[in-house]
């Protein structure tokens, strides 16, 4: 058994869904069924919201007023699908194609990770050198810190701010849509993949 703790921006009363995403994401396509993104990251979140709403200064920083949440994922052995700049081949995907600003080979690789794992440890595209946890199916929030009654659906769950700001450190570690990605271009040369200082 692996627990993992991740981490989520997302202004609503759960930011787990139990129905169909209504639309589509890097993972899955509209209508194929409920998934979950999460960072493995205390940043990812804060990554991906910039990333979002498109945010590369300190005004626009100062305009994010953001609920984060923090979730204790459980997961049996071979559970987890591991995706990486390595891995990718093996997964007949380009590694280019998992932080890529077309979503429509991961949504391919979705498909076929949907059928056979509960989730995936993916790159993440908004933080270099950090990794995402997409879970697939159906989850509801349960009190953080417990043991959840059901695992298969049950995830403690906690908000950890409410209406606050990303740290003004990570405005020159995001990758924006249309941005070089630095994790890929460290792999590709033979690095880590990891460019942060954080």
Not at 18 to 32: C, K, L, T
Not at 43 to 61: F, K, M, N, Q, T
Not at 76 to 104: K, N
Not at 134 to 160: E, N
Request: with cysteine.
């Amino acid at each position: 058994m692996r627990e993992i703790v991740a981490y989520r921006w997302a202004d609503y009363d759960t930011p787990l869904w139990a129905s169909d995403n209504r639309s589509p994401g890097r993972w899955h396509r509209a209508g194929s069924g409920p998934t979950q993104y999460w960072s493995l990251h205390p940043y990812g979140p804060w990554a991906e919201c910039l990333r979002w709403h498109g945010i590369r200064d300190e005004a626009g920083l100062r305009s994010v007023a953001a609920r984060t949440w923090a979730a204790e994922f459980v997961f049996e052995e071979g559970e987890i699908a591991l995706v990486s700049f390595d891995t990718a081949r093996t997964w007949d995907i380009d590694p280019a194609d998992l932080v890529a600003d077309d979503h429509r080979p991961c949504q391919a690789l979705g498909d076929i990770l949907r059928a056979g794992y509960t989730a995936a440890a993916v790159p993440s595209a908004a933080l270099p050198g950090t990794e995402n946890l997409v879970v697939f199916g159906a989850r509801a929030m349960a009190p953080y810190g417990r043991v959840p009654v059901d695992p298969t659906l049950d995830v403690p769950t906690a908000p950890t701010a409410d209406r606050a700001q990303p740290p003004v450190t990570l405005l020159g570690l995001v990758c924006h849509k249309g941005d070089v990605h630095s994790g890929l271009t460290s792999w590709s040369a033979g690095g880590s993949g990891d460019p942060r200082g954080v």
